[in-house]
């Protein structure tokens, strides 16, 4: 019995530096020092093996407590993942970087790892634990360089754009299209005239649609919704082709409209739009609006808004009870004072807070920044309301502030945050620094 042991024990050590041939966690798989888990089922170390930034074709399946999680074969296409630096001990990308062409293995990856630095997902939100394992049946069909593998797309490019090009001739002849197609590419097909003029650059246009693929297949229509699809001309919020299109509509026309694919979506898919995709549309032309209503219509928008904005500024108040304010409209209600000190101009203020907007949504709070946040006050790098309302507060104090929308970030949105937006910052004065010290 000793001496099969010593056998078995040399037989384990002359495997390579990096892996020991015992698991008692996965009986059958050996695990590397980095904690991967792997069986070989077939391997030909001979055959090309990937090297980092290469192109791997792969087969693969993974598996959570042996129920199947996904598999890429479903896709139907051919999957192919890049070699890359491991992201952590034992991941995805060392257990690539052991196989060769060719080779299949069974791989256990730690999955909460996988979820956390692979997806940026909460663990414990997709029910996965530190205890947690997934396992990779993969086969490596096909290795590639970068540039070999950047060839390879820019060819099946190529060819989906002549065959795209091809389906658009022969449906234009199969279809006996007798017009003249602009130098874009575009056929546009008169089939009801128009009494009105043609829109402009600058200019709403409102328009009902249908379309479809070359074969038929629907793909959208606005003809039977209540709901028109509206653009303004050249600001380039829709496709190439209804650029070229409706500025050549006048108002009440009806056309019919094909649509080279570069002119579309081009090699983008779009819902139930392929990529490299030529389209045919019926489009009419139902309202232009002008550039002057438009503005008319905006300034208008932006009056009631800001007019709400000042009426839920003053409920908020009210219904809070705040009435201590200050000349520039800052409103602020103290609940904790002390007789601490007060921040002066170039002096640290260290504070706690949390933001949000008037009916409680969260906006954002020091937690995130560390716990807690440091302004130089006076040097205008924060909120105009916020600094302000600082400026008020003694060391040790609580205190909510209120912001109006002119001491916040105005009449303009500014990121998610939208226009004429009034804010509530509850803030703790925690320490004031002298800098100069």
């Not at 060769?100 to 791989?107: I, K, P, Q």
């Not at 990856?109 to 205890?131: C, M, W």
């Not at 090699?267 to 232009?288: F, M, Q, R, T, W």
Request: hydrophobic share 35%; charged share 25%; with cysteine.
């Amino acid at each position: 019995m000793k001496k099969h042991s010593l056998v078995f024990a040399l037989v384990c050590l002359s495997a390579m530096v990096l892996f020991t041939a015992c698991t008692q966690k996965y009986p059958g798989y050996k695990k590397t020092q980095s904690g991967l888990y792997y069986k070989f089922h077939h391997r030909d170390v001979s055959v090309t093996q990937p090297q980092l930034t290469d192109f791997m074709r792969v087969e693969m399946k993974c598996y959570l407590h042996d129920s199947l999680y996904y598999d890429w074969q479903g896709t139907q296409h051919e999957v192919y993942t890049q070699l890359q630096e491991p992201i952590f001990a034992g991941d995805l990308q060392e257990a690539y970087a052991m196989m060769h062409v060719g080779d299949s293995a069974s791989f256990y990856v730690k999955a909460d790892s996988i979820a956390a630095l692979y997806y940026e997902q909460d663990p414990n939100a997709v029910g996965l634990t530190s205890e947690d394992y997934f396992r990779y049946e993969v086969k490596l069909v096909d290795v590639k360089t970068a540039e070999e593998f950047q060839a390879s797309i820019e060819k099946m490019k190529e060819a989906m754009k002549m065959e795209s090009r091809k389906a658009l001739e022969d449906y234009v002849a199969n279809n006996n299209i007798n017009v003249t197609p602009e130098s874009s590419g575009v056929y546009i097909i008169p089939l009801e005239k128009g009494k009105g003029r043609c829109p402009v650059k600058g200019e709403k246009v409102e328009l009902d649609f249908s379309a479809t693929l070359l074969n038929g297949q629907p793909v959208g229509s606005t003809f039977d919704s209540p709901e028109k699809f509206s653009f303004v001309l050249g600001e380039g919020y829709t496709i190439p082709g209804w650029e070229e299109i409706v500025p050549k509509m006048h108002l009440g026309e009806r056309v019919k409209a094909i649509i080279p694919f570069d002119m579309a979506y081009g090699e983008h898919s779009v819902g139930e739009i392929p990529a490299y995709a030529n389209l045919v549309y019926d489009i009419k032309l139902l309202k232009i609006t002008t550039a002057a209503e438009l503005q008319a219509e905006a300034e208008k928008a932006m009056k009631a808004l800001r007019e709400e904005s000042e009426h839920a500024f003053f409920d908020y108040l009210k219904a809070n009870d705040i009435t201590d304010y200050t000349a520039s409209g800052l409103f602020f209600a103290k609940s904790v004072v002390t007789e601490g000190a007060q921040p002066q101009k170039g002096q640290t203020a260290r504070i706690k807070f949390e933001a949000s907007y008037l009916d409680g949504t969260p906006l954002g709070d020091s937690e995130q920044l560390g716990g807690q946040y440091d302004l130089v006050y006076g040097e205008g790098k924060v909120l105009k309301g916020l600094e302000e309302g600082v400026g008020l507060m003694r060391v040790g104090e609580k205190a909510r502030f209120v912001l109006p929308y002119t001491l916040a970030y105005g009449a303009n949105p500014y990121g998610s945050i939208p226009a004429y937006s009034n804010l509530v910052f509850d803030v703790e004065l925690l320490d004031v620094i002298d800098n100069n010290q």
